[in-house]
DNA sequence: TCCTCTCGTTCACTTAAGTTAAGAAATGCA
DNA sequence: TGCATTTCTTAACTTAAGTGAACGAGAGGA
């Protein structure tokens, strides 16, 4: 499991052992069951999240409804909002499968970073790097319809449609779990015709 | 001029006599009229932008129509995600009116940063912060009705509903401009009762 | 095993956005 | 100033999403 986390790191700068040996003495290797809450709305928190395993979602909720907004799976990093801005969180992140994460806390960050600026290197472009994909899902999203993005998501991250229920991704593309299901059954239609 | 970029850098770190000279030596300033177009799709880029005074927006043209997706203005940084990615532009970017802006490419960002690893640090924060930022405003969009994104923008950028044609705030909203027009006259409609 | 709760689907109805078109208002330019 | 172009508004009609409700399938717990 170490070596996912390895490669990538090694995607952004290389390590020596002395670097790679550091981080692995920190320990932030974490096994959690699905439906555990990692973050709940009002909590403080300096927690970071690698997933090596599985499938997490932040949901906020809303009229006491919840809307999903976002869906981090195996290779991807999520650095809640409120551990940036230092102000209690405005959403929830949940376990959408039993999962295999890294829990970092920022403490700890400033504490390697400044024994390895390297580090800090790292963080900075997977910050630009993240923050340009966002942009881009950011501008799709915004100039696109519901069923266009539907079928965007089909191409982009087909596993997601397997692995999550349809209420969740429904609020993901920005519509209600009934509309999602008349959209699909629209599709179908196109599809035999 | 120059100190309003003295500001903002300061904000995120502090700066000595010298690191100051090394960014003014760099002569960054640019002025830009009203109209200019700053990047064009299809375009190689390098250059990151701030913005001392003005407004820029970035925009796709789809179908032959232009869908506007973000607004830059007064100490505002972009780094289009083409820099980033480092293939050709997918949008435009062009001045909504005269500007004075800071143009830096990120050639000369590694070499500053080489020199002074205190930018690299700004530049970690500054990423982290946007990121963040963004993510809210992603989430924000996602969870709420065109009617609730354009209420949002009167309480939270006004200045933008003065300063930029309404069409082009309308695919900033995710919506037509007719429904734009429509939905403005139905909350005067609401405030008058 | 039975019961309950969640989830997905369907339906009828409401509401709002997309579309097409026309005209008024504002802007820019000659 | 006058003309052309762009921008905004309005309207009628179409299409799709929101709403409320009902139903069946399936999962999980007692």
Redesign the pocket.
Known sequence: MQNILFDFISKYISLTEEEWNAIVSLDLFRSVKKGTILLKEGQKSKDSYFILKGCIRTYYLLDSEEKTTAFYTEMEALTPPCVISKTPSEYYISCVEDCILTVSNSDMEVEVNSKFPKFDIMCRILSEELLAKQRIDFDEFKTS???QRYLNLIQKRPDLIQRV????L?SYL?????????????ILEKDRS
């Open positions: 319809s519901p069923e229920p349809q209420h969740q429904a920005g519509i209600k779990p009934q509309s999602l299901s008349r959209l699909r059954a629209r």
